[in-house]
T-cell receptor, first 112, second 117 residues
Framework: QKEVEQNSGPLSVPEGAIASLNCTYSDRVSQSFFWYRQYSGKSPELIMSIYSNGDKEDGRFTAQLNKASQYVSLLIRDSQPSDSATYLCAAPFSGGYNKLIFGAGTRLAVHP | NAGVTQTPKFQVLKTGQSMTLQCAQDMNHNSMYWYRQDPGMGLRLIYYSASEGTTDKGEVPNGYNVSRLNKREFSLRLESAAPSQTSVYFC????????????????FGAGTRLSVL
């Protein structure tokens, strides 16, 4: 198993729907997670971080962490076409907060 | 506040040529990183520097060298470019403290698109 795995998509949702992006991880990463958004041709930008079990909400975004099942999710409520991007899940290597390992990313397409 | 600045933005090299990618940050961050991003493979760490004067290998260091010139600048050098090094290169930096519930949030530059023919 890769350290951090994501479905590459594309995930296609209609405008106004909830988009659910998932990420699974192995024991080789520390349980502190980051969600980055990357528009085509641009650099990644941080949108959420989570390190505690449960949910963390920020505006239309909710990150969910389930340590028992080793997955982390990002929910986007009221999806907009401007949310269309690739979403990268990342976590630090165990014992090394300086080094992040990234999933391959899930491409989200929100259609009007 | 420019954040993380990378130069050049685009570069085309012939096989065997050398070049240096430059990165500078103005956020007073201790840690800096170089990644490459290839289609379908996400970001892969090439080298990182936890502080001025120190560097360590990441996942894919072969064919690259780095220099942490001072706290602000971290350069990546390709001594003899190969077509397999065609990629988008991102530099990032992070501060080594908790902020907003997370530690070592990384901030990225705009990237360098490199083609090796």
């Amino acid at each position: 198993q890769k350290e951090v795995e994501q479905n590459s998509g594309p995930l296609s949702v209609p405008e106004g729907a909830i988009a659910s992006l998932n990420c699974t991880y192995s024991d080789r990463v520390s349980q502190s997670f980051f969600w980055y958004r990357q528009y085509s041709g641009k650099s990644p930008e941080l949108i959420m971080s989570i390190y505690s079990n449960g949910d963390k909400e920020d505006g239309r975004f909710t990150a969910q962490l389930n340590k028992a099942s080793q997955y982390v999710s990002l929910l986007i409520r009221d999806s907009q076409p401007s949310d269309s991007a690739t979403y990268l899940c990342a976590a630090p290597f165990s014992g090394g907060y300086n080094k992040l390992i990234f999933g391959a990313g899930t491409r989200l397409a929100v259609h009007p | 506040n420019a954040g993380v600045t990378q130069t050049p933005k685009f570069q085309v090299l012939k096989t065997g040529q050398s070049m240096t990618l430059q990165c500078a940050q103005d956020m007073n961050h201790n840690s800096m990183y170089w990644y490459r991003q290839d289609p379908g493979m996400g970001l892969r760490l090439i080298y990182y520097s936890a502080s001025e004067g120190t560097t360590d290998k990441g996942e894919v260091p072969n064919g690259y060298n780095v220099s942490r010139l001072n706290k602000r600048e971290f350069s990546l050098r390709l001594e003899s470019a190969a077509p397999s090094q065609t990629s988008v290169y991102f530099c990032a930096s992070s501060e080594d403290r908790w902020r907003g519930g997370a530690k070592n949030i990384q901030y990225f530059g705009a990237g360098t698109r490199l083609s090796v023919l």
